[in-house]
């Protein structure tokens, strides 16, 4: 494969090098793994002074007739096959340059927490009884070395002694008496069945028992199966396989399976087909000539709620398909993924993997192999799913495409909207962007026609926008209207109660006063730790941060000037609303539903309100499946 009678280089990205000291560093590939080495693959390299290896990402590999003096040798490789494609490194490039960060924080961005290796150094016996002096302290740990059939760290080797024994275990390693070695281990582990398969080998003088046979016929129509599938079918016990194991018949392997989260299915019906009116078919034909003519694009699809984006998104799904194209589908939140998932899944089975951080580390872990391994190829999740390892990829669809969420809060501070762009050019892919409000740079270039503009302004079927209404709460101050809720708003709720009908109403602030301030000094009174206003609450008397969980007795006196009651209430929380609508329906039944109300112990995120005929029931889920009414 490579010409031995050449150098071969590996260029790098190294961990822990900080960003002003960031560069591509050079080790010489020895001549046993020339044959195994690949760009995208882990290795552990000798980095600076230190004896710990560290490690890197192979980006590039090349020949060369000689190098400098000093090139140093990477110790082994850590994988077995490439991690990460050439395409991926190139966005890591595009990453790094972009948001400052070093080339391997970009490449280690890209994969699940559980793929991490961990290299730690062991020490192994070469020679009980070396040339030459050596202490009674280090031929002490000749003998705990030769004690212990397997490699052993320092740490361990150490706790015989009441010092430090780095000089002895130097001293031991310059004359060669042990050896240093790198130990990588993963935390996660595969996951693995333990499966049975036949031998190559004749049966004429080998003697079946019934059971037997019946196994032996049942893997001859099959290369192999798990021990457990066996024995559930045909109602045996191990010990059948074990028979034909010990005749050399056949043999035990582990054969890796997958973690893969379960998803609940809404109904039980399969998916219908879907039917585009004149508007979605307008988009899907503009959007599929896109998709199909292999040049990257990008377009908004802006439409209003209920138009039916996601069934053209659908049909796009499956256009990409008949053409063996990956696709990568995005919303902001998990909270919004199981939604998408349920509805994809129904059409499109086992084709769809998930990437967010609501799944385990093994479960991430486990379907990003599997897209690796192409048993995917449809992603959904949030904004990670931008970096799924598709080869083939032709579509990316950012739903909701103006939420903050898609941009990265931790190093590398990506977006992942530039990145989607980023891929859709190197892949001569389609970036779709959807939203009901989308964001202005993007409206812009839809506007300039740098992004293609596809419509849909009606709501699908016979559905409607609903009217909306503002009302000027300066003008209700000077009608004599004091209360935190507009007349027209009241109105509407007293015509919905006489009707039977329910009302909800949203407000993002919690606490019953949204803050507190001076009437003297005219300060607000804030977090001394986060500067952010404290917000009132009425059950405890106090005032809290919402933030960092501060909280301080509300005395009436001013904590910046020490005035004594002079502190005003201002603000309308979720607590206030809610006294406030009791005093003016007072024979209405009012549910009050944020972060202080469902706080209970084992309470989980799922909670469901049911409201009818004026009879509220609020049930809460517990984790272990217990009720409250």
Request: hydrophobic letters at 35%; aromatic letters at 8%; charged letters at 25%.
């Amino acid at each position: 494969m490579n010409d031995n009678s050449r150098v071969l280089v590996a260029r790098t990205a190294v961990e822990n090098v900080p960003y002003e000291n960031e560069r591509i560093f050079e080790y010489t590939i020895p001549d046993s793994l020339k044959d195994d080495v690949c760009v995208g693959m882990r290795a552990a390299v000798p980095f600076g002074n230190g004896k710990k290896s560290r490690t890197a990402f192979i980006v590039e590999l090349y020949g060369a007739d000689s190098v400098p003096e000093g090139y140093k040798q990477i110790n082994s490789l850590i994988d077995k096959y490439p991690v990460v494609s050439e395409e991926l490194i190139n966005c890591a490039r595009f990453i790094s340059e972009r948001c400052f960060c070093t080339l391997y924080e970009s490449i280690k961005a890209m994969l699940p927490a559980g793929i991490n290796y961990k290299i730690s150094m062991r020490y192994s016996l070469i020679d009980y009884c070396p040339e030459g002096y050596i202490s009674q302290t280090e031929r002490d740990i000749l003998t705990v070395l030769k004690n212990n059939e397997e490699p052993l760290t320092k740490e361990y080797i150490g706790e015989a002694f009441d010092k430090s024994i780095d000089p002895e275990i130097s001293h031991l390693e310059s004359i060669k008496a042990i050896a240093r070695i790198d130990d990588v281990s993963r935390r996660i582990k595969d996951a693995s069945i333990k499966s049975i398969r036949l031998k190559d080998i004749e049966l004429s003088d080998i003697h079946l028992t019934s059971k037997q046979s019946q196994v032996y016929d049942l893997l001859t129509m099959q290369e192999s199966a798990s021990v457990k599938e066996i024995c559930y079918f045909l109602g045996i016990t191990p010990s059948v396989t074990d028979g034909l194991v010990k005749k050399g018949i056949a043999e035990y392997f582990e054969e890796e399976t997958f973690r893969i989260p379960q998803i609940e299915c809404a109904g039980d019906k399969p998916a219908e087909e879907l039917k585009l009116n004149h508007e979605q078919m307008k988009a899907y034909d503009n959007l599929s000539k896109l998709l199909c003519d292999g040049k990257p694009h990008a377009s908004l699809l802006y439409g209003v709620t209920g138009s039916g984006k996601t069934s053209v998104f659908t049909c796009l799904i499956d256009k990409a398909l008949s053409e063996n194209k990956g696709t990568i589908v995005m919303v902001p939140e998990i909270s919004l993924t199981p939604q998408m998932i349920s509805k994809f899944k129904k059409r499109y089975g086992d084709e769809i993997a998930v990437f967010h951080s609501g799944l385990s580390m093994g479960e991430r872990l486990d379907e990003w192999k599997r897209v690796k391994l192409k048993k995917a190829h449809i992603v959904i999740g949030t904004r990670s799913a931008v970096f799924a390892p598709l080869e083939n990829l032709g579509l990316i669809i950012i739903d909701e495409e103006q939420e903050h969420t898609y941009k990265s809060e931790r190093s590398p501070r990506y977006h992942a909207r530039d990145v989607a762009k980023f891929r859709c050019v190197q892949n001569n892919a389609l970036l779709v962007l959807s939203s009901a409000t989308p964001s202005v740079e993007t409206m812009y270039y839809a506007k300039k026609g740098i992004y293609s503009l596809n419509e849909l302004p009606k709501r699908y079927g016979n559905a409607v926008l609903p009217d909306v209404i503002t009302a000027d709460m300066n003008e209700e101050a000077a009608n004599g209207n004091r209360t935190p809720f507009s007349s027209v708003l009241l109105q509407t709720i007293e015509d919905n109660l006489n009707a039977g009908r329910q009302s909800i109403i949203l407000l993002n602030r919690r606490g019953y006063n949204t803050y507190v301030s001076c009437k003297k000094c005219g300060k607000i009174v804030d977090c001394p730790n986060c500067s952010v206003s404290m917000t009132y609450h009425h059950a405890n008397n106090r005032m809290m941060c919402h933030y960092c969980g501060y909280s301080m007795p509300f005395t009436g006196v001013c904590p910046n000037c020490s005035a004594e009651n002079s502190l005003r209430l201002s603000g309308t929380g979720t607590q206030k609303a809610e006294i406030d609508l009791s005093d003016i329906f007072p024979s209405a039944r009012i549910l009050r539903l944020d972060a202080d109300s469902t706080l209970k112990k084992r309470l989980s995120r799922k909670a469901t309100v049911c409201l009818r005929k004026g009879r509220i029931r609020y049930t809460f889920r517990y984790s272990n499946g217990g009720k409250r009414a």
